[in-house]
């Protein structure tokens, strides 16, 4: 549905901005009023806006810990959510706390509210929250939310500096191996033409003369369908097919499956272990946790995991049939459940597996600029090798 921003006065005369959901404009007033709000302005956003509705990670985790602070502090839930739209430095964060604490006055949550501003708060986001207010740690959740948008905008940073460089030669290869192939090896063509009649002309010069022709005559077409694609990915992206799809296929790729894997496990056992600490049952646990997981595959084999609980079976029985869960993690889970210590077992495991995570990271890391060299130098090499052959062949020279 449409997104609008709005600027109203409230029940005491205070002007408020702030955003809302609505299927229609009519459907906007109607909440508006709903809310005692009288509009002064109304307009929908169209997705050139929505883009200026990001906020940086390192803005969302300072919110995140202020807000942790003040509960702890003993100020209201929603004093606090006012207190931080008036001093937030940040306009869209601003606005989008003003209309959350509207919200929250009339008796919604804060993980649902969150859950309607998708661009902005991720669904792990939504289901710690939710999970601190179920179970009554609402500040201990805030500080790990806040944690986690730290440690990912670390990682980001990290692997942003240490592809800075390779993905800087990549992108200067691309253009001059294209503009090669378009401006500089059409030359040779004619001087290449006698061998091609006489069927002597290597099959390295031949694919190379056919990729400078589709190239130079399927540039712009390309151009049109990556970015039809493009468009076409982002309108599926939100479907639930698509996001099975998507995380069948990140979980089957080598060397990127396994971290995927591991940190898609580490987010279940963190987030179940939590619930569970603060006594919350364990169905409800599974079914918050299983949100929070980041991947589909994985929340549908906690979903079936769950209805065997349900029948009094054990967890790491379904678990185990799902092949996500390495057989270390399984023994431990195992270990945990006879033990009566699921709780404290799992909060560990995610632990240790957050520490797995990072050691792939810092390997895929390593790997990514050796692997970029050798992709470039064996394009290079292949122009060079496709231009000289035919050289050697018409000198009668076998290369």
Known sequence: MPQYSYKAIDSHGIQVPGTLVASSRADALQQLAARTLMPLSLSEQNAGGRRSERVSTAAMSAAFSLLADQLEAGVPLLRALQVMSEQSSDPVLRSQLSSIASEVAEGTSLAATMRTRSRIFSELDASMVQAGEEGGFLEQSLRRVAAVRERQDQIRNTILSAIAYPALLAVVCIIVVTCMLIFFVPRFEPLFESLREAGRLPAATVLLLWLSDGIRVWAIPGAVCVFAAV???????????WRLTRDRLLLSTIGIGALARTVAVARFCHVLGSLLENGVPMLRALEIARHATGNQVLSEAVADAAENVGAGRSLSEPLSRSGLFTSDVLEMLHVGEQSNRLESVLVRLAEQLE????????????????????????????IVIALLMPVFEGSGLNF
């Open 355 to 382: 520490v797995r995570a990072q050691r792939r990271i810092d390997v895929l890391l390593k790997l990514i600029e050796p692997l970029l060299m050798l992709i470039m130098a064996v394009v290079v090499g292949f």
């Open 231 to 241: 468009l076409l990915a982002r309108t599926w992206a939100s479907t639930q097919y």
